[in-house]
């Protein structure tokens, strides 16, 4: 069953009183807000939601573009969500002198607030189903490739007929791996202002040892607030905040953005994951890794230009090596393979099931074989993996709006199509700062690296020319004006007789490689993503014909609602309490010898030695809501609704839950309500935020 309103995409009041029949295990699922399991909440846990109870907490929820989640927690447009997710914008703001991603930083009035350069928020306010509309073209007789472009052909249509329609951010999400297409459409704030971070030390206290651990004990938190015409915004729904937090076994809920999960993918799919697609990424990462930590050593304020992406690069490494660890487990594989063959073998028994779906496997199996050879090129020139710089992204985006920008909306690269411009030129003209000498040491790094993985590949002698990448590297930036925003806009404006003229050395690198970057794209929408969307998509018919929608999607960094109890976990015959406290964090300190990065800002020990500082109060809790990257910053809330936490990691047996669910010792890990409300009044003496959580 489908529990939509169609013909524009806007919410039914109430609709979370529709009903769908959960098949998935334990407190697993994703769930897509137009098709929630509510026959499950009421089975398993006896609840049943009033009346706009997910109309509310899905329009409270909101999407940080850049990746990451949030929510409006008060009426005046206050947004929470964690301090790695406002890292990038607490890097931007920084200065040599004025460090806030280290120091921290809080805003004691309204024009104290300082705003992100270039941050867009997304708040979900409508899905229509256009599955319809999206397959229309897709006519008897068309390759998988052709019917891949006839697909995205109206997708784009469709985005911007809603865009044009509404003024509202337009985007149709791919679900079930094509087996459904529905648009969603969002409103979007521009206006974003940093109000409160803590210290660094405090946000990730632990470092990378104890990302992806538990026990934690990190105020992994940041505030933000929307504006709308140069004053705070006022939401029509914000969620409140929960005088009481949770308990062990408790009910609660996530709503949040999961990037991306591969839950459905065929076996050969996970096969390429696990012997390709993640040991090429792995290989990068940790080349990236070494590379950042030596770069943070030529002094302080090198090392604040870096830290933030060392810091992204160290955690996806992480996360990654504990997904491969999952890929390679016997017992885990082997239960995926025994749900495909149950699938394959139930269409076997009927001829007609057969030929319509049987050769969908091997397809995707095939596809998979071109991912393999096409990873390396496409990975260094379409990704960018070669060109590791803020001026090329500029220079590439620069180029390729002055190519498609004169087309038809439908036949242009999906981020150039009318729907999305806006929300790349505030990228384009952003004001965050670009610092020349980390520049040329990222771009010489690139090079070299795409030099040692494809010497032969003839676009290295073309870019190089004879030089060495540090040398390559020390003419693109030296000699690049794309730092001022002037430039950038003035290229923009003049099109592609502007670009053909620009004798700017990073457009110029940019020009010579697009040619070669855009074959291998179109190579790999042809033999990979056209031929899995089609078959993907009649594996998904196949099993709506046996299930319906009673199973949820894989992420696509769209809003979806998580469910579970708050509660402990075993780990070789030890238990592992729900629960960390304030008091607990300076024994953890002391335990490592109050050593990096087991550090304590001193305006916790200052709160500590004032006695002000209750110890006893909770601070991170776990729970076995279904979550992955993405849902870092989202709220988690109890049964009415209110804020008891705040997501911000996973166990380390979390990190197989991009491919399968397991709630035996993976958990989701936020930071405790009460343990917010405690720094924010006792360590930080921002009585200013915690009135107005509470509503006075």
């Not at 472009?149 to 951010?169: N, Q, V």
Request: with cysteine; glycine share 8%; hydrophobic share 40%.
């Amino acid at each position: 069953m489908t529990f939509l309103r169609h013909g524009h995409g806007f919410f039914l009041a109430g609709l979370f009183l529709m009903s769908a029949t959960a098949t998935a295990c334990a407190d697993e699922g994703m769930w897509v807000f137009n098709n929630l399991p509510l026959g499950t909440l009421k089975a398993r846990y006896g609840f049943e939601p009033p009346a706009g109870w997910a109309d509310h907490l899905r329009s409270a929820a909101v999407r940080f573009n850049n990746g990451g989640s949030g929510s409006f927690v008060s009426a005046d447009g206050l947004i929470l969500t964690n301090h790695h997710v406002g890292a990038d914008t607490l890097s931007k703001l920084g200065t040599k002198d004025k460090d806030y991603y280290r120091d921290g930083f809080f805003a004691k009035t309204y024009d104290e607030e300082a705003k992100a350069p270039d941050l867009e928020l997304n708040v979900l306010v409508g899905i229509e189903d256009v599955t319809t509309r999206v397959t229309a073209g897709v006519t008897a007789g068309l390759d998988d490739a052709a019917a891949e472009k006839a697909r995205r052909k109206a997708m784009a249509e469709i985005e911007k007929e809603s865009t044009d329609k509404t003024g509202l951010r337009s985007d149709v999400v791919t679900l079930y791996q094509g087996g459904q297409y529905h648009l969603y459409t969002y409103k979007k704030y521009t206006d974003v202002r940093l109000v409160f971070a803590p210290e660094f030390d405090a946000a990730f206290f632990g470092g990378d040892p104890d990302n992806f651990e538990y026990p934690r004990y990190d105020l992994d938190v940041c505030f933000f607030r929307a504006y709308e015409h140069d004053k705070p915004a006022r939401p029509p729904h914000h969620l409140k905040w929960s005088k009481n937090g949770t308990s062990d076994g408790e009910l609660v809920f996530v709503a949040g953005h999961p990037g991306r999960t591969d839950r459905l993918n065929t076996l050969a799919s996970l096969e390429y994951q696990r012997d390709v697609a993640v040991p090429t990424i792995l290989d990068y990462l940790r080349t990236k890794e070494a590379f950042l930590l030596e770069y943070g050593k030529r002094g302080r304020e090198a090392f604040r230009q870096s830290k933030e992406d060392l810091f992204g690069i160290q955690n996806s490494r992480k996360a990654r090596v504990g997904g491969l660890g999952g890929l390679r487990d016997r017992v885990f594989m082997a239960r995926k393979a025994e749900g495909e063959n149950e699938l394959r073998s139930r269409i076997a028994t009927d001829p007609k099931r057969k030929e319509t779906y049987g050769a969908a496997w091997e397809r995707i199996a095939e596809a998979q074989k071109a991912a393999a050879q096409l990873v390396k090129p496409f990975n260094f020139l379409e990704r960018g993996f070669a060109f590791n710089s803020d001026l090329f992204r500029i220079a590439r985006i620069l180029v390729r709006l002055a190519e498609e920008k004169p087309k038809p909306n439908s036949d242009r690269l999906r981020e150039y199509r009318d729907s999305g411009l806006q929300s790349l030129e505030l990228h384009l003209f952003s004001e965050a700062p670009i610092y020349p000498k980390y520049e040329e040491a990222k771009l010489a790094h690139a090079l070299a690296y795409w030099k040692k993985n494809m010497p032969d590949h003839p676009l290295i002698e073309r870019v190089l020319r004879g030089r060495s990448p540090e040398e390559a590297a020390r003419d693109f930036v030296r000699n690049s004006k794309l730092a001022d925003i002037a430039v950038r806009k003035k290229l923009a404006e003049g099109g592609k007789a502007a670009i053909e003229k620009c004798d700017d050395p990073m457009i110029k690198l940019a020009l010579a490689v697009d040619a070669d970057a855009r074959a291998v794209r179109k190579e790999r929408e042809d033999k990979v993503e056209g031929v899995e969307a089609s078959n993907y998509a009649l594996i998904a018919r196949a099993q709506f014909e046996d299930k319906g929608d009673s199973t949820y999607p894989d992420a696509t960094f769209t809003l979806r609602l998580a469910f579970g109890v708050v509660k402990g976990y075993l780990v070789d015959g030890k238990f592992i309490p729900p629960y960390t406290t304030i008091g607990r964090a300076f024994q953890h300190a002391e335990a490592h010898g109050n050593k990096e990065p087991y550090v304590l800002p001193a305006s916790w020990h200052e709160a500590k030695k004032s006695a002000a500082l209750n110890l006893e109060t909770p601070l991170n809790f776990v729970s076995t809501a279904d979550i992955i990257g993405g849902n870092s910053g989202s709220p988690v809330v109890n049964r009415d609704n209110e804020v008891v936490g705040l997501i911000f990691d996973g166990n380390i047996q979390s990190l197989v839950l991009d491919y399968g669910y397991d709630d035996k010792l993976a958990r989701a890990v936020s930071v405790d309500s009460r343990g917010i409300v405690e720094a924010l009044r006792s360590i930080y003496h921002a009585g200013r935020l915690v009135k107005e959580l509470a509503g006075e």
